[in-house]
């Protein structure tokens, strides 16, 4: 079964350790500005969100893309680049609803994750696992017990509260 | 490449700006941050000059392996003639400034002379540009920081700055960046305000490579698990450093109301878990941090609602509360936003004016020196705000405190009134009462900074661990479990200064190292993490040397610019004439021993290398390669 | 079953044991007491007890 790499926003600690890594294991030299994944801060109003490609299965860069150079890799479950083919017309970072797709200059190239061909790095660094790759069938297995937990604790709360 | 950082200096009188690379000699000696800045002060200032004077020289940089793989290699350093002090001025804050500078292309830059109006410095993709800043002039800590990203079209563009402490040249102004990380010791941020430097803005799309780069990303991992899985990482991670405080609290560790207790009895209104019932809202991290052991804070309801920040710290839950006698987190809060935002140093605050405090309960002073203001105790929490605001706009009574330990005494002119005050080399202290604690005394007696702890401070001293296991961590023995004696410290101080020294240099934070835990990387770990990301080879006993030699130029400078000797290697007058009057039995009635704290200072020169003077042997300095500087070597 | 609860005498440095929802702690060696806090099945010192 494929995995999906998750991303939980309340746990992120904006320390963008993920940036640094991605970007050291891509480019071999950490520089954030060429990471796949970036953390969006708006530190007054604690807003934190990691932005990282999503493998859309219906992706939108994927329809406009005009030499089919971007494709779905089911073996992985990722949307992939095939470099030959890519003319790095931009548009696939002008359609993407994420702006996940960043242009590296130096290279010349669009670049966007790839989930480090089903070993993500980020994952590995991330202290929190605000970033997680799990099997798809248990995607939302730790946030559902997450909340199980929390949902038992408050009726618990509530139960001795009015005595029953 | 790491080694390809470069160094800029830019005299601020004539406006011109040069960029050098940084010699590998300089880096094999010194690697870079703190230890690359005190060369750097070493050979740039006129020697005797005074502090607020174009001649002072300021300098900012990340350190060795800033913004590269290894975990929390964020920290950003400072430095100058301390206002304060007179001797050694630096300062290491955290967040996210020197990565983006050292992805701009640069670790180091040093600022000469004075600009004749309000400036600020760019920094962008190798480029430098000094720009106007008298329209920033007179914006608080916070505002300077959006205003300048707001200028210059960037969000990402992340900038360190000083606010109107700085400007109106208070001798603790600190440097500052993002909501509340803060370069706060010794008083660099008042000389920056006195060169009329108002801001750094930085932003580079420059990466780091790695030398061995597979290697680095595999040993990243492995340093990152080893950090943490230890119990204080995730005590850290969950309390921030306010675990520390049921600790030491519960012993009778600290200091209330200046120096009357070392023990807050009803202290549930000032623990950390009343702070995570009412006010924490999250948890956030420095530049590549897995530890995150920074709270975020809001105030719902109540006059003060929707006020917010990051913080706070256990320095802050003592300085701007149980030191001035304040127990209610919402004054704490409010006096942390404020420090924020005016931009000084809490702890040197906090110690002056519970001086003041202390000094008016004597009637040493009354409202005729305090301009009216009733400096009782029981008041302190309500004067709080007014008298922060006092001490960063210098008005009234706020200006006496605003000069500092030794000219407020010179100014108030009662001799009577330096016996309360607790400060070494005309630093203050902060939360601690290190009568009972010899390890954690001679560390602030001998730090480079003045009473500062940061320069050697091992907590480790405090959790009683066995004698083998001191003895392996420390480089030998004798060791003793028991943080009151005296023996062992003297090597704990010294292995510790010079661990501190390095971690100073190479950028990474002491949280990370055998501050809190035995088991954090030491020299060996920085030995594989350096030679992976620069390929620079050092054996771990070549670091040692490292730090040696920079915490001995540090002492050097002091020597040089203040003459501080082993007669200001001394904790405060009150340690030895004073017991401790409360708390748990083991630190109850103790007094520091003056014969052995002075048979303590001798091993701890010893060990150094120094005279009985404490003044580095021309042997020692020789083997340090020390002996020919200032060098000039860039 | 959750790892037994063992904290350290701040004073006299013994180990002691924690039983589960202890709120009180003395130290059997030398008299000192604690008020212990819970977070999840772990035991940390939160303060002195009032004398």
């Known amino acids: ?164 | 490449m790491p080694l390809t950082r470069k160094i800029v200096f830019v005299d601020l009188s004539s406006g011109k700006i040069r960029k050098e690379r940084i010699p590998e000699k300089l880096r094999r000696l010194y690697l870079g941050g703190r230890g690359l800045d005190i060369y750097l002060l070493h050979n740039y200032i006129k020697p005797g000059c005074d502090p607020l004077s174009p001649d002072n020289v300021v300098t900012v940089s990340g350190g060795l392996l800033c913004g590269s793989v290894v975990p929390a290699a964020g920290r950003c350093h400072s430095g100058a003639k301390s206002p304060l002090t007179n001797g050694v001025g630096s300062t290491n804050m955290g967040g996210f400034f020197s990565p983006e500078l050292t992805f701009a292309g640069f670790h180091h830059i040093v600022f000469t002379g004075k600009s004749d109006k309000p400036v600020y410095l760019w920094v962008h993709n190798g480029e430098i540009e000094i720009r106007d800043a008298r329209h920033l002039w007179g914006k608080d800590c916070f505002e300077t920081q959006r205003l300048i990203r707001e200028e210059l079209g960037d969000e990402e563009i992340q900038v360190m700055c000083v606010g109107p402490a700085a400007e109106n040249l208070v001798r603790f102004a600190n440097v500052r960046t993002g909501l509340k990380n803060t370069g706060g010791r010794s008083g660099v941020g008042c000389v920056w305000g006195s060169k009329n430097l108002k801001a750094i803005a930085a932003r580079g799309t420059m990466g780091v490579s790695n030398r061995y780069p597979q290697e680095a990303l595999e040993y990243a991992q492995k340093w990152q698990k080893q950090v943490v899985n230890t119990k204080v990482a995730e005590a850290l991670g969950y309390d921030g450093t306010m675990f520390i405080w049921n600790v030491t609290n519960t012993v009778g560790l600290l200091r209330y109301r200046n120096f009357a207790f070392n023990q807050l009895e009803d202290w549930e209104s000032l623990a950390v878990e009343k702070f995570h019932e009412k006010y924490h809202v999250g948890v956030v991290g420095c530049f590549g941090c897995p530890v995150h052991c920074r709270h975020q804070w809001r105030i719902k309801e109540g006059p003060l609602a929707g006020l917010y920040g990051e913080g706070p710290e256990y320095n802050t839950q003592m300085c701007m509360g149980g030191i001035l006698g304040i127990t209610d987190w919402e004054t704490v809060l409010h006096g942390s936003h404020l420090v924020d935002k005016y931009g000084f140093d809490m702890a040197e605050f906090s110690n002056i004016a519970a001086w003041a405090f202390e000094l008016f309960e004597k009637g040493i002073i009354n409202e005729s020196e305090t301009g009216g203001l009733k400096l009782e105790w029981a008041n302190a929490g309500k004067l709080l705000p007014k008298l922060l605001e006092m001490v960063a706009y210098r008005k009234g009574f706020g200006d006496l405190l605003a000069e500092g330990p030794y000219r407020a005494l010179k100014r108030l002119g009662k001799p009577e009134a330096e016996y309360y005050l607790l400060h070494i080399k005309g630093l203050g202290n902060m939360l601690s009462d290190e009568r009972a604690t010899p390890a954690l005394a001679l560390g602030i007696a001998t730090s480079t900074r003045g009473c500062d702890h940061l320069r050697s401070r091992p907590a480790i001293d405090l959790y009683h661990l066995p004698e083998k296991i001191l003895e392996e961590v420390f480089d030998g023995g004798p060791m003793d479990s028991n943080f009151t004696s005296y023996v062992g410290k003297a090597r704990e101080i010294w292995v510790m200064e010079r661990i501190y020294a390095l971690v100073d240099s190479i950028g990474t934070c002491k949280f990370h190292s055998i501050f809190f835990s035995p088991h954090m990387p030491k020299f060996e770990e920085y030995a594989k993490m350096i030679r992976y990301i620069t390929g620079m080879e050092f054996t771990p006993q070549e670091l040692r040397e490292v730090g040696e030699r920079i915490y001995t130029l540090e002492r050097m400078f002091n020597h040089r610019e203040a003459s501080y000797s082993r007669k200001d290697d001394y904790v405060p007058e009150r340690y030895f004439a004073e017991a401790v009057p409360g708390g748990f039995p083991i630190v109850k009635g103790v007094r520091m021993d003056r014969e052995k704290f002075d048979q303590m200072l001798d091993e701890y020169y010893a060990f150094h290398g120094w005279d009985k003077d404490g003044t580095p042997t021309d042997e020692t300095l020789k083997k340090l390669g020390l002996d020919k500087e200032p060098s000039h070597i860039v | 079953m959750p790892e037994e609860q063992k904290l350290r005498c701040l004073n006299c440095y013994i180990r002691i044991t924690v039983p589960p929802k202890t709120q009180k702690l003395t130290c059997p060696k030398c008299g000192v007491e604690y008020v212990i806090a819970w977070r999840g099945s772990q035991a940390k010192i939160a303060g002195p007890a009032k004398k």
């Not at chain 1, 994944?37 to 219906?58: S, T, Y």
Request: aromatic letters at 6%.
């Open chain 1, 1 to 164: 079964m494929p995995k999906i790499l998750t991303v939980d926003i309340g746990k992120c600690t904006g320390c963008r350790l993920c940036e640094v890594v991605c970007s050291a294991k891509h480019e071999r030299a950490s520089n954030p500005a060429k990471a796949r994944i970036h953390i969006i801060k708006l530190e007054d109003d604690r807003i934190l969100v990691p932005v990282v490609c999503n493998h859309c299965e219906e992706a939108p860069c994927i329809v406009v893309c005009p030499t089919h150079a971007r494709f779905r890799d089911e073996r992985i479950g990722r949307v992939a680049v095939n470099y030959d083919r890519c003319i790095g017309c931009k548009v696939c970072m002008t359609v993407c609803p994420f702006g996940a797709i960043a242009f590296d200059w130096e290279a010349k190239r669009i670049i966007s994750c790839n989930l480090c061909d089903g070993d993500p790095t980020c994952v590995k660094f991330c202290a929190t696992q605000a970033l997680q790759y799990v099997e798809a069938a248990a995607a939302n297995q730790r946030r559902q017990r997450e909340i199980a937990i929390r949902l038992h604790k408050s009726l618990q709360e509530f139960a001795l509260s009015i005595n029953w």
